[in-house]
């Protein structure tokens, strides 16, 4: 029973030195720079990368519109 208490006082004890701890914080801004013309070329680079898909892309509707007419 003795250490029930003995547990009891030393948790109590310890909340209260808690209580009194202050935590300082400070957040620093942070600076960014983005040069907006690098995405857009690598915007346009990748355009003309996969424009072959967009170009494979209408030749086979160009395909089936021609079969679906022939029949």
Do not use: R, W, Y
Not at 26 to 40: C, L, S
Not at 41 to 59: G, M, P, R, T, Y
Not at 61 to 71: C, L, M, P, V, Y
């Amino acid at each position: 029973m003795k250490k029930i208490e003995l547990m009891l006082a030393l948790a109590l004890a310890f909340s209260f030195i808690g209580c009194g701890a202050t935590i300082e914080h400070e957040v620093k801004p942070i600076h960014m720079t983005i040069d907006v013309n690098v995405n857009i070329k690598v915007d346009n680079k990748l355009k003309d990368v996969f424009s072959f898909e967009d170009q494979i892309e209408e030749a086979m509707k160009s395909n089936d519109k021609s079969e679906t007419k022939n029949k």
